[in-house]
């Protein structure tokens, strides 16, 4: 009764793809190559995604992508075990190794690293033997974790306790007669709970615990632990281990939990690399304590990466969707009915989602070589940009994940009914991305890290003394406290980069200044620097993200001020425009009355930002899809029926659904459920 | 290996919980009667939802809920099946019949409606015969609907085609020789596409076609269609049924596709209440368009109160798990970590959404006698009100849905790490409620029809007609435009309910005008009007939901107003005043940047609303959870490890997980998931 239908050679809205492709303002695969750093990269990454799709049986977009056949939990987790192993073949071949390659961050970025069961293997558990293990421990567990032989994971929250580190309650408690550790979770509370691939794929695992040596608490290393027998992959003795159950996305991975009823581990377990301890219990501190920070900035660079691509793809869906699905008249007697595309209201809700998320990219790129250049300054023992590389990677961590999740769930709500099928691919992007906005720090925690460097950049500031090139910025301090106003006297001012940017910076200045001074304030009156800061929160959260789109801000103007071709040149001035000048006047920006509170834009000047957004939009329109080109994502990387890069959205959907369990099984049966049937609805129609 | 733990008499997060009930301002029960209009009505309630959760077995909350034991789709459908049944049972039992009973929207707005496959039965198919089949028509279909002897859905969406009604693409051309129509779908994108229940559970549907006699084509019209023989369930010649796959949510109903084939149905099946075609091929118009608004009226006004109610409940789980849950230190030396909900940033997140919950709860109910009204006058052929009802709802239903659909995302991500956990409740919840921003209108078009409303209701107030009380504000057009400013001198008079309602009201007869003035000026520029509108829709949506706060806070206002227990009184008024000036004064909430752009307030006065919700923050604060138990969510509705009454939540999270079939399945065989172990892991250790 469901079978699929014949796919047309071309239909209304292949036509209507095509048309949308004929006259771009500048070459979609030129850009592709100034967005993944040049033409052999995107060579590259051609190759493994195609490699990857070939093995995984991904190349026939008719076909319904094998995420939309989900069994029950289990079968998910089982399925997360294959794609992960197909995945790690494919690593293997290719010779893809280090976790820090980019092919390998691509190689995960694209197929849900996070939700195959061995990702933490890949992504933490041997990065962590690398940075923080002793060369005998590298020596022992290195090369098995490497090869496979063993799977480890990351154990560090518990579930009375996140981010906190301090309060993590697991304790090792050094036997110093027998040189050993014991591992104990003292409450229901310090049990370990999400690490990913923990509940019964791991063998191992880097557990974080109290260290206790003669009763003394010596706060929390890591040990690598023992899970599970290497012979039949039973649990070992005292290790009681699961799954913590369904998740929003994520259910291809066993994300478990983890009891440690006086587990014994040997001395030589404890990650020795910078503390360490002796046979007879003395202790010996890490020489500095930001050592760590280095990988830290790395994830997040990557975080900033993967940002922008999910909102690329959302936009990428969301947009080629809208430009074939044709909804109501504009006009009363038009000819056929209008693309949604064409809709102002449309192009106003996805145009800056896109722009956002070129922004980002960029931003990514920016920050990736921050990254390069602190490593080389660490090799030297140089911590001096450590601070201001871990303030700008907190808030943009923060500010991307939040704006790339609203984003997705935008897009999502901009195709209409369909978007709420999983066919959409909509769904999933959203359940998969949301986490991000929670693990490597919540959101809101971390803006606060960035606003503790801004405070402290500000008295530098009014110190005199040097700033970093990020906030230097502050200087300006006096003039913003003398209530400046936006010089733009027209829509053609609000174009130039300097403008848009002294609008930014005005913003962050004044912001940072005010919670400064609210702190200021309760100092004089005696209240403690703590309660203060929790007082005032609010305010510093706000100049942490008004900072961080100063630097998002900078990263993209300067990304357009080098490109050479002159129209891939004119379409990014063109996006940044719109980036820069959307959240100045959209009232459904966040916070862009911020811009206007203390009247640093005139009403008159807001009406100029939001002509100048409108007239963007129309100039964008007809690039639309040639800009979602670019990102140059594959059909089944966006497992969309709606963004199928040809437009033919319907018959997919229909062909896609015929292909389902459910159908499947009553087309055999005559069109009908039979034990649905039987069970349930024959009951109720008798009565 | 994974066996639960027993459940403790109490622990430190039981504590907490009971600390947090010691001192409420209010009467928590007293305040659940006035939410709910009286005790009587909450004992009703109370006596439904209790028979509800012991039929379904839902009573024990150590018991993992069924929602979170999920099969594969096809179980789904079938627990669905099975669910809906037994809700059924209830109502039959409980001799709840009518859709429009108060206690049967209760019935199913608490036990997911809409994802019951008989869901449309109910709440479209009866309603349908009811309101648009002709005496006769009722006699033949109505009793055997009502007695379940054929189960019918509502068939209007294709799958090229949504809310634009005049874009459906189905025929059904009428025969006049042997008095019969014949339905067809001529194209894919005819397809019927969505409707709850028609894949597998329906026999019948009022499938929604264009009439087409003798060439002429008379418009879309209902036509009662039997889909399934009665005798085994198996579609009827030409019909070609089936589900159209997974969605974000609603996994539970088979929402399905149609397809038909020239499918002959006589002349009695059309639908003749209004219209009518007579046997020779003559038609009659119906007598008046505007009959169905007041079904859609009423549908609306629920909406509006089940986003109250999601909202409410997205706000109980986190506040509740704000108020146990310890991450951190305020102070470096305090003893143990700080409560979630003693952060700012947690209140200031958490307690406005909980206020925007009351705010709509009220609204819903203010909405509802003004449908009572609607429905005597249209008794009395009165359709006078019908516009500025029509209007309203529609930009309720817009503004609801997406706070309500983003506050619960806001209160999961409040959650941190387990707020990702389905346990949490909060993925279900939002995944179930979100397609309310899309279906009974998108809420992008629905704010135009409110704008179509206030652009007329303007130039009435301009030619000095009489308006509608809700758009009476209107008469001061000429002080906006003469740019007033907030006369506001302290704080205290920003708790002013005429200041505050003064200042909603200044906003939205501002963008109301300037919307007005774009139009006229593109008018005078010989703009057609159509090409116009869509050019300045954004400045007309923004017009709409300024308006439709102006409702809300009225509405607010005057339940506030109206309580006469002092206790209520003034905590609600706390609420009152922190839903206002947080739309004022934050940044964060959309559109806040409309109250300064045109600087009718001033930098100082922002301050001062700001200082007001930071103050009412700290006031809220030790009532947080008093205020979310007045909503009287039962533990089971929540289906919330986190927001569990009691503030166990760990012993719950743990003990949940040990339910889970995978976790089962392991603990019989080793602690070992074998399957997966077999098939995947052991490979991958032995390479």
């Avoid at 063109?574 to 811009?595: G, H």
Wanted: glycine share 8%.
């Amino acid at each position: 009764m469901s079978k699929g239908i014949h796919v047309s050679a071309t239909n209304a809205q292949i036509e209507s793809m095509k048309d949308e492709r004929k006259n771009p303002s500048f070459d979609s695969r030129s850009l592709t190559f100034l967005l993944y750093g040049g033409e052999k990269a995107v060579r590259t990454r051609e190759e493994i995604r195609d490699e990857l799709e070939r093995r995984l049986g991904e190349t026939d977009n008719n076909k319904i992508p094998h995420t939309y056949v989900r069994g029950d939990r289990t079968e998910q987790y089982h399925s997360g075990l294959e794609t992960g192993r197909i995945v790690q073949s494919v690593a293997q071949d290719m010779q893809i190794f280090d976790f820090e390659d980019e092919r390998q961050a691509l190689l995960f970025a694209a197929y849900h690293r996070e939700a195959s069961p061995y990702g933490l293997h890949t992504s933490m558990f041997i990065p962590t033997l690398k940075t923080q293990a002793s060369e005998e421990q590298q020596k022992e567990w290195l090369g098995k974790a490497q090869r496979r032989e063993i799977l480890g994971t990351y154990a560090q929250t518990e579930l009375g306790h996140g981010t906190f580190v301090r309060g993590l309650e697991t304790t090792a408690t050094y036997d110093v007669e027998r040189k050993e550790f014991v591992l104990h979770s003292p409450t229901i509370t310090s049990t370990k709970w999400w690490p990913g691939g923990l509940g019964y794929t791991s063998t191992h695992a880097v557990v974080m615990a109290r260290l206790i040596v003669k009763d003394k608490d010596y706060g929390v290393h890591g040990f690598i632990t023992p899970l599970r027998s290497l012979d039949d992959h039973r649990p070992l003795p005292g290790v009681i281990l699961g799954d913590i159950g369904p998740k929003f996305g994520y259910n291809a991975n066993d994300n478990g939990f983890l009891r440690l009823d006086q587990v014994r581990i040997p001395l030589k377990n404890m990650l020795a690399r910078f503390s360490r301890l002796h046979e007879d219990g003395t202790y010996e501190k890490p020489p500095h304590a930001k050592l760590s920070y280095g990988t830290m900035v790395f994830v997040r660079s990557n975080m900033i990466l993967n940002g922008a691509s999910a909102l690329a793809k959302a936009s990428t869906i969301a947009i080629r969707y809208s430009c074939v699905r044709e909804q109501g008249m504009v006009q009363p007697k038009q000819a056929g009915e209008t693309k949604l595309m064409n809709y102002k209201s449309q192009q106003y809700r996805l145009l800056p989602l896109l722009s956002h998320a070129f922004a980002i990219h960029f931003t990514g790129f920016y920050i990736l070589d921050m990254y390069k250049d602190l490593l080389r300054r660490l090799d030297g023992s140089d911590f001096s940009t450590l601070p201001v590389i871990h303030a700008t990677t907190s808030g943009l961590k923060a500010y991307v994940t939040t704006v790339a999740a609203d984003g997705i769930e935008e897009a999502r709500k901009c195709c209409g009914g369909h978007g709420y099928s999983q066919f959409s691919g909509l769904p999933t992007l959203f359940a998969d991305y949301v986490p991000s906005c929670t693990f490597e720090g919540d959101n809101w925690v971390l803006f606060q890290q960035t606003a503790r460097f801004l405070i402290k950049s500000l008295k530098a500031a009014v110190a005199g003394k040097p700033l970093a090139a990020s906030v230097a910025y502050l200087k300006g301090y006096r003039a913003v406290g003398e209530g400046q106003k936006s010089q733009a006297k027209s829509g053609q001012d609000l174009l130039i980069p300097q403008v848009q940017l002294k609008a930014f910076e005005h913003r962050a200045t004044r912001l940072i200044m005010e919670a400064a001074q609210l702190l200021e304030t309760d100092r004089k009156a005696g209240k403690q620097y703590e309660i203060s800061w929790n007082a005032h929160m609010i305010d510093l959260i706000r100049a942490a993200r008004a900072h961080t789109l100063v630097v998002i801000l900078t990263a993209f103007i300067e990304r357009v001020e080098a490109t050479t071709d002159e129209k891939n040149k004119r379409v990014l001035k063109k996006l940044c425009d719109l980036f820069c000048l959307y959240n100045i006047e959209s009232p459904f920006a966040p916070c862009s009355s911020e811009f206007v509170e203390d009247s640093y834009f005139s009403p008159a000047q807001i009406r100029m930002a939001r002509d100048n957004v409108h007239h963007l939009l129309s100039e964008l329109r007809p690039d639309a899809v040639p800009l979602v080109d670019a990102w140059n994502f594959s059909d089944a990387a966006l497992e969309s029926a709606l963004g199928r890069r040809d437009g033919n959205v319907y018959e997919t959907l229909y062909n896609w659904a015929s292909q389902t369990p459910l159908n499947q099984k009553a087309a055999k049966e005559g069109g009908v459920d039979v034990e649905g049937y039987t069970k349930h609805v024959k009951k109720v129609l008798e009565g």
